[in-house]
């Protein structure tokens, strides 16, 4: 099929060449017109994963009217800070029943929506959205190295499509119809993941890492019940699998931000410096408002968005969350 990629970073760019090798034509869009020839004369891409040869059927292009008019099926790999405005852009080149699958995780600060919400709000049709998230490191996927994802949508044939688009012997895909629980869990393992970082750089150990992952899992699970999603999902791929990849991998760019801000780096200095969004940082915000709104509690949500925004130390939030009242363990 002709499928459009909307999003050249690193994770759209292996998204791309994984579909490539699949045997699809690729059309991707990159922002700036250098990533677009770099890709089309050398098939290499020169700001994200430029050690890796992309298959030839990728070609790249500076306009979305260019990469999806009579595309089969659309790729969206962006932050998610400007996924309205790409639905909006979308909206007039997108037939009303192309399938989309949606890789932008976090939350809307206006609204509280998830990236589904707001494609099903601009582009309407729930059943042809879908949204593909997992333990999945472009750096180890454009390599090949074995790993799996989640596509979950309300519609199975949906799921199914894409599940085909980008599955093959090194990448594993399982479908879902939790698409509230998937899209809940990509957001929140990035928080857990600064402050998992945050511990590493301030120079605490494993046990206390091992306590954020974990009591970080149950956060995770109380607010996706809470958004009406399956507390199982929170076991699986897009739950537990993404959250111990992010926390612990030195690909990680949460991680490793949450790492370099405790020693004294800002989340400024971090972006200017890696070219790559912290979407974790934008996420302790978001899910903030939206957990406030639901009643639900999440201590270590809180305490990252008070190093990240509100200039509170380290050992100050370390010292709130170990003097918490104690409970029992699952409530």
């Not at 903030?288 to 990252?304: M, T, Y």
Request: charged share 20%.
């Amino acid at each position: 099929m002709e499928l459009a990629v909307i999003g050249a970073g690193s994770w759209g760019t292996a998204l791309a060449d994984l579909a490539a090798r699949n045997g699809h034509q690729v059309r991707i869009w990159a922002r700036k017109q250098e990533v677009c020839d770099s890709i089309n004369t050398s098939h290499v891409n020169c700001r994200y994963l430029s050690d890796s040869v992309l298959d030839e059927k990728v070609v790249a292009y500076p306009t979305y009217a260019q990469v999806v008019t009579d595309a089969d099926a659309v790729c969206v790999v962006t932050p998610s800070s400007v996924l309205r405005d790409v639905a909006r852009e979308l909206c007039g080149l997108v037939g009303p029943e192309t399938p989309i699958v949606i890789c932008s995780k976090g939350v809307e600060m206006e609204t509280g929506l998830l990236p589904v919400d707001i494609f099903e709000q601009e582009l309407g049709g729930a059943y042809r959205l879908a949204v593909l998230t997992g333990p999945n490191h472009a750096e180890e996927v454009i390599l090949g190295r074995p790993a799996g994802t989640l596509v979950a949508s309300s519609q199975e044939s949906t799921a199914a499509l894409f599940q085909e688009v980008f599955g093959c012997p090194t990448f594993r895909t399982y479908i879902s119809r939790d698409v509230i629980g998937a899209e809940v869990c990509a957001a929140f393992k990035n928080v857990v993941a600064i402050a998992t970082g945050a511990s590493y750089g301030y120079g605490l150990g494993d046990n206390t890492a091992a306590l954020l992952m974990t009591r970080g899992l149950a956060e995770m699970s109380r607010l996706v019940i809470a958004c009406g999603g399956e507390s199982v999902t929170c076991m699986g791929l897009a739950g537990m699998g993404d959250l111990l990849a992010t926390c612990m991998s030195e690909h990680s760019r949460n991680r490793t931000f949450g790492y370099k801000m405790a020693q004294g780096m800002t989340l400024e200095e971090y972006k200017a410096q890696t070219h790559m969004v912290v979407e974790g940082a934008l996420a302790c915000k978001t899910i903030g408002a939206l957990a406030k709104r639901l009643d639900v509690e999440l201590p270590i949500c809180d305490v990252v968005r008070g190093i990240v925004w509100e200039g509170k130390g380290i050992q100050e939030t370390v010292s709130s969350l170990m003097s918490r009242s104690l409970k029992p363990e699952f409530y």
